[in-house]
């Protein structure tokens, strides 16, 4: 009776075993996918980077609202309206409160990190997760209204979220780009201030990253 018993039991443990194969596989084969979704923008550059990213435009042909970032190879669109925009494009916050044309504090912001269903729509949604690399002096450049326009970065610092002071009104014309630091939305905000240093822009030009 014994000897039957302990072949019954062999038996459906030889029955169950490919089943809880194939669940290991499973479990292993997501856990690999969602590590891949977390290193998405480490390891390629975001879907807006492409081998003319920084092609030359013809005078006449600024037709849409672009930011250029060369230190990150990034040419993202922008917009202004609620916090929506910041699924396709980096937000414009507060327009009335400045823009490259009439000067004032032109805020930008834009996600830091945000996990999409594949490693492309991961890079997609995390244009600024590389921001930290950004230094002192480096350019920015913004199209808006069918003129180009440069930034110089002067300052790069962390604040609380709480400090809402960064989205002031200004009398000196600037930029103000943020996001989120790697803690999280709760934790604070990685910031980008820069001056306008020249309107105007030649668009047959290229981009460069700073001052040579």
């Not at 435009?57 to 609620?82: F, S, T």
């Not at 300052?155 to 809402?164: A, F, G």
Request: hydrophobic share 35%; proline share 7%.
């Amino acid at each position: 009776m014994m000897k039957r018993s302990t072949l019954l039991r062999a038996f459906i443990s030889q029955q169950r075993s490919p089943i809880w194969l194939i669940v290991a596989l499973i479990l292993l084969g997501s856990g690999l996918y969602v590590v891949s979704l977390l290193l998405a923008p480490i390891r390629g550059a975001a879907p807006f980077v492409s081998s003319g990213w920084n092609q030359p435009v013809q005078q006449g042909m600024l037709h849409d609202q672009r930011l250029y970032i060369p230190r990150l190879q990034l040419n993202l669109p922008y917009a202004a309206g609620d916090e929506s925009v910041l699924n396709d494009a980096v937000w414009h916050r507060y327009p009335e409160r400045g823009d490259p044309e009439k000067g004032g504090n032109f805020i930008l912001a834009g996600h830091r990190f945000v996990m999409g269903l594949t490693p492309g729509e991961t890079r997609r949604k995390s244009p600024f997760y590389a921001i930290n690399t950004v230094k002192v002096g480096d350019y920015l450049y913004v199209d808006f209204n069918g003129r180009r326009y440069q930034y110089e970065v002067t300052r790069h610092y962390e604040v609380k979220p709480t400090q809402v002071d960064i989205e002031a009104e200004s009398a000196q014309p600037k930029m103000t780009l943020y996001t989120c630091t790697f803690g999280g939305e709760t934790d604070g905000r990685d910031v980008l201030e820069a001056k306008l240093v020249q309107k105007d822009v030649d668009p047959t030009h290229p981009l460069v990253v700073n001052k040579p």
